[in-house]
């Protein structure tokens, strides 16, 4: 059976100590969501409403290329992972990006009124919505500075740690347009690393 409060007290602690009365505060206000493969979390132009931690599955937060027709994968988002487009979130403007549900899922979620709510009404989860601020900040440095200084492998290398089973989960060409190469680029990665052992 799953436990919402001792699911949410290991995930968000991961951002910010919550006192179980600042966490009891939060509960009414995070709703389980189901969605079917290829179901979107959100859409381009649309504001991102609801800041999603994963349940289960796997989704992927991707732009369209109106002009050339062409899908670019930024991100995955798996287990235990938040899910949202945060700039969108934040200050409520229209998202650039998809994100699609890449298999069957399930998230936790809160919506942006509800945070804000918590926000002004606790020290505690004021100082989560900066902590949480840094944290997305971060991860888009570390994507920005993967793509301008490491090499295909190096970029392959460090989304397999993330995303350890990513190729039994989610077909190989969206792994290609995350890292910014060709399938077969990708196949010759995956042998030059396999016969490394």
Same mark, same amino acid.
Request: hydrophobic fraction near 40%.
């Given at each position: ?15 910010c100590?919550?006192?179980p ?9 995070w709703?389980r969501k ?9 859409q381009q ?21 109106? !002009?050339?027709?062409e899908?670019?994968?930024?991100y +995955?988002? =798996?287990? *235990? /992972?938040?899910? &949202? ?24 979620f ?9 926000y ?19 991860? !888009?440095?570390v994507?920005t500075?993967?793509?301008? +200084?490491? =090499?295909h *492998? /190096?970029?392959? &290398?460090?989304?397999?740690q993330?995303h ?7 077909q190989?060409y ?15 990665i995956?042998?030059?690393l396999?016969?490394?052992?």
């Open positions: 059976m799953f436990e919402k409060e001792e699911f949410l007290t290991r995930i968000l602690n991961g951002i100590d919550l006192s009365e600042n966490l009891a505060l939060s509960l009414p206000f709703h189901s969605y079917n493969k290829a179901d979107f979390f959100n132009h649309i504001v991102c409403k609801d800041l999603g931690i994963v349940l289960s599955g796997i989704f992927r937060i991707y732009y369209y290329d109106e !002009s050339t027709g899908e670019k994968n930024i +995955f988002f =798996s287990e *235990e /992972q938040f899910v &949202v487009s945060f700039r969108s979130f934040v200050f409520q403007h229209p998202c650039r990006y998809y994100i699609q549900a890449l298999e069957d899922a399930e998230i936790l809160i919506s942006y009124e509800n945070l804000q709510y918590l002004e009404n606790s020290k505690a989860w004021e100082k989560f919505g900066r902590n949480l601020a840094e944290h997305f900040f971060n991860q !888009s440095q994507r500075e993967d793509l301008l +200084f490491l =090499s *492998e /190096q970029r392959y &290398v460090n989304l397999l993330d350890p089973n990513i190729f039994q989960r989610v190989a969206h792994v290609a347009s995350y890292l910014g190469i060709k399938n077969q680029s990708l196949s010759r995956r042998k030059r396999l016969s490394k052992g």
